[in-house]
Structure formats: C-alpha cells, structure tokens
C-alpha cells in the first residue's frame, strides 16, 4: 500500500448547535515532515532531466500538448522545485496545435526533454510525433532566456544529447534497438556524411526475454571515463524497470544490468550533490494525478551504479524536507498584475496553442477575461482553456467568475482535464442561466446535473483524492462563496494513453452558436487539502 508523505490525517467529527457534521478531511502541510519524503513531487512532472551547475540544480520535463512547453525547473536541494522558464512558447502552428478544423495533438506535442550545459550554454532538446521533427533549443541564461530555436527531420524517440569530452555532439535514441547518431558541432543538425549506428541491438535483453514495452527513454553519462546509458524497460506480467548498460567507448560494446525494479519506478538518470552524494532521478505512474518524480539514492559497486535502498525505492532521503508544491510548481492567482510582471505566471499553461486576442487581462483590471472568438463542437476541441497541474495526495481548485456577458450557447466554468474529463459550468440558453455539471467518464460527456440560476456571479470548486489511488473528484457551487453544494455525482478520474497527461484544472469558455461573448474569472486558488469527505 502507498504511504503518503504528509504523515495521516485525521476525521474529525463536528457537533454544531446539536446536530451531526458531516466528516471533514484535514490533511496536514508536507512542511510539518522532517525529511525528503518520495515522491518529491506528487504532481504530473514526467520524464525529467536534471543538471547541476555548481550547488543549484536544473530540470526540464514534458507537458506534450500544452503551451508554453519544456518547463524548466530550479532547485537548490533537490525536493524543493520552483518553475522558471520554458523552452518554447509555442512547438509549431499546425492545425494540431491550434485545435483548429477539428484536430488536436493530445497526447503528442513535445516529448521527453533533454537537458544539458555545454560551454557556457544551456540546450533543452526534444521530439514530436506532431512534427516529425527533433526541436533543440539553447540559451546562456536558463533563468531569463531567450532561448534559440532550431529543428531539423526526423523526430528523434526518447533521445539523450550528449556532448563528449573531444567535442563531438551525439544524440542516442530509438526503443529496444538503440541508435547513434552525430550532430553538427553547433547542434543544428545532424552531421553531414555521417551514418546512423546501431548501439545496441537489444537493451531490453537485461530484463528478459518476454517484454512489453522496449527499453527506450535513453539518459547517456560519461563518469570517470566510462559511459553510463539508462533505459526504462516493461517485461510482459511484470513493472517497468531500470537498465543501465555501461561501456568504455561511445561506440560500445556495452554491457548491461537490471539497475532497479520496485515499485514501477523508473526511466531517469543520475545526478551528484556537490558534497559527493549521488542519486537517481526517476519517476511513478501513479494513476490519475500522473507520473510523479522519485529519487533514490546510489552506491558504486565495481563502477557500476547501484540503485535504491536494498534494491528499494525508500520513502524518506537524506536531503531536506519538501515545504510543499505551492507556489513552486502550482499557485494561486488574483490576476492581479504589478507593472512589468508577467500577464500569466509560469504555473498556467494553456490548452494547445492560445489565440492570444481572446484573452485578457486588462480589459477588466482583476479578471481573466475568456472571450470566444468562433463556434466549438465540444469542450475538447474549445481554444483557450487556462490550465495548471492538480497535485497529490490531494487537492482543491476555486474559482469565482462573472458570467453576465455570456452568449446563447456558452459554456464556462472549471473543469478537470482528461479524456474523462469533467467540469461544472454555466450555460446561457437565450435568456436563462443554468449551472450544469458534465462527467466524460464514459469518454461520453453526459450532463449529470442542471439547475437554473438567475445571478451573474457564481463560484466553484473541485476537490481530488489521489490518496492510495483513490482518484476521485467532487465538484461543488455556491452561491455567495461561502456555503457549498455538491452538483452532479464524483468524477472516477482515470489516466488515459490518448491524453498521456495527469489531471489538471482548467478554466474554459467557450461558444456552440454564436462568437463574441465572454466570462470573466475573479481569481483562481489552490490548496493542499480538502473539506468534503464522502
């Protein structure tokens, strides 16, 4: 059974003038545990790549679909993660990207990242399926940018960048047979005359015969002269696993090991403390909140690279405790702005590519204005839905928005996204307000709950328990923002391929008969706990 790293909870029951409350769940704050707990975050951070520059460390990841992509992260212990950048406001323009003509690129986009520092300049590379290209981005400031951006054909899977000590610039890749291949010295392609080489014909091989998923998700080291490659492999009635294959030439031959199998934690690589310590950097699937980063730490064995504790993934390290995930990783906002801040901090994301004409927020100063700009078919192919990450073990997002400028037609609310989605809403019919509560977790969208309203303002909430996989969401709405109701029914939250993302909260709007109405949304707040328990 997963043990959650904030230490319990407690049930408490309240009597109040003589009648029975119902249970409130109170979780406490990740800060009051004393060391790192794993996971170290418990939110949608996969395939993370990790560097350090002196005593702070640099992590790319993957967010596919959404916009900005490549977050990067900052960190000076290793548990405490603070957003800070992104590689690319936006992948490319294509009809899949902008929700346009009826296309999306759920579940593709941008793929996982590679992160490295080679002489003064940082490189975040990536793949997309969307594409057909590899995308290799590059700055002297990770924290400030701007970044330089440059693609070439084809899209490298699961590729590590690597630069060796003689300046050659290699990406290795590919998915059980593992491939070589040379780029230019500035990295903006590959090499001219050079041949793709196979580097390993089969990495599955260390963890069996019978293999479900191939080893791909390539992370290449070069420590003490030797050449480190870590993979992720799934053998068939088994977890996915860590193999580390090791050799003294770039070329090979290398020989390889089962690294790590517990828990299903894998795909990452290494990383050092600057005070001599090393750990592997790995992630969970962890159902619907997503794949969540682990560490675990590493001993040298024979110059080999020995992983976990016992061959364990230990729920608590040596390295401070987490002080939570807000605001680093997910926050609060008034959409309040001081002059020169940033119109959305680096938390949001949007739904594919925005139209940034239908956003705004100076147009109503406090407010995030959604406005429609054309006619959508269903709320996942609807542009401009403002999104961040939910997180575990549980979590609630609020939101208040005025709605008395919406059209005949539109809908605008908060949702939780997935493929199974759901949400909660206002919908205007010619004259009439109702909200309305849709669940997908048929893949169906079905309306569960509709009731008529007659103001303008409206608030409302989605709590999530992640805990033990429970994965489920209640929605809620109030009327004056202090007393709430449930609407619908619980939305059983699953993690879906086609989406291949956690759950995130989304604020939408959008117009199924005519353009040019517009929701404007008071704030949005998240916490770490929940108040309903059922």
């Known amino acids: 059974m997963y043990s959650f790293s904030v230490g319990g909870f407690f049930n408490k029951i309240v009597l109040f003038c003589g009648i029975l ?19 170290i975050i418990h939110a949608d951070v996969p395939d993370i790549s990790i560097i350090r520059v002196g005593d702070i460390y640099y992590m790319s990841s993957t967010t596919m679909h959404m916009s900005p992509g490549v977050p990067i992260m900052k960190s000076k212990d290793l548990i405490n993660w603070q957003l800070i950048n992104y590689a690319y406001d936006t992948l490319a323009s294509s009809d899949e990207l902008t929700l346009t003509n009826g296309k999306s690129t759920y579940g593709r986009g941008s793929w996982a990242s590679s992160l490295r520092l080679h002489k003064g300049t940082y490189y975040v590379s990536t793949f997309a399926q969307t594409t057909g290209k590899t995308h290799i981005y590059s700055t002297r400031d990770i924290e400030k940018g701007p970044w330089k951006a440059v693609s070439f054909k084809p899209s490298y899977h699961d590729h590590s960048l690597f630069f060796d000590d003689d300046g050659r610039v290699y990406l290795v890749y590919g998915a059980g047979k593992l491939r070589l291949v040379e780029l230019t010295a500035d990295v903006s392609g590959v090499k001219p005359g050079t041949t793709e080489q196979v580097l390993i014909e089969n990495a599955s091989a260390p963890a069996g015969p019978n293999i479900n998923l191939p080893a791909e998700g390539s992370q290449l080291f070069k420590i003490k002269g030797k050449y480190y490659l870590f993979n992720i492999v799934w053998p068939k009635d088994g977890m996915r696993t860590v193999v580390i294959h090791r050799a003294d030439n770039i070329t090979g031959p290398y020989e390889g090991r089962v690294a790590l199998q517990d828990l299903g934690v894998a795909q990452g690589g290494l990383i050092d403390t600057p005070d001599g310590q090393w750990y592997s950097y790995l992630f969970r699937d962890f159902g619907a909140v997503g794949r969540i980063p682990y560490l675990v730490p590493v001993t040298w064995t024979d110059g080999w690279p020995v992983l976990g504790t016992a061959g364990k993934a230990p729920q608590t390290l040596a390295l401070p405790a987490s002080k939570g995930l807000i605001p680093g990783i997910v926050a609060s906002d008034e959409f309040e702005r001081r002059p020169g801040a940033r119109a959305l901090p680096l938390v949001w994301q949007w739904n594919h590519n925005p139209d940034n004409a239908l956003w705004s927020l100076t147009d109503r100063k406090g407010y995030l204005r959604l406005r429609t700009g054309r006619v959508d078919s269903s709320f996942l192919l609807a542009r401009n839905t403002l999104t961040q990450r939910t997180i575990g073990p549980v979590c609630s997002g609020t939101t208040a928005l005025d709605v008395s400028q919406l059209k005949d037609g539109d809908f605008a609310g908060l949702a939780l996204l997935q493929k199974r989605y759901g949400l909660v809403g206002v919908e205007r019919t010619k004259d009439t307000k109702a909200i309305v509560m849709v669940s997908a977790e048929s893949e169906k969208p079905m309306e569960m709950q509709r009731i008529l309203m007659t103001q303008n303002k409206i608030y ?53 008969k005519n353009e040019g109405g517009y929701a404007d949304f008071d704030y949005f707040r998240i916490s770490d706990n929940i108040n309903y328990y059922k």
């Not at 939305?491 to 989304?506: A, D, E, S």
């Open 21 to 39: 409350i119902a249970p409130i769940f109170i979780l406490p704050l990740f800060a009051q545990t004393k060391k790192a707990q794993n996971p």
């Open 460 to 512: 409302f909430k989605a709590e999530c328990d992640f805990t033990d996989r429970k994965d489920v969401a209640t929605f809620f709405y109030s009327l004056d923002g202090k007393s709430w109701k449930t609407v619908g029914k619980p939305l059983k939250m699953t993690y879906t391929l086609p989406h291949f993302m956690g759950y995130r909260f989304g604020l939408f709007n959008y117009a199924t």
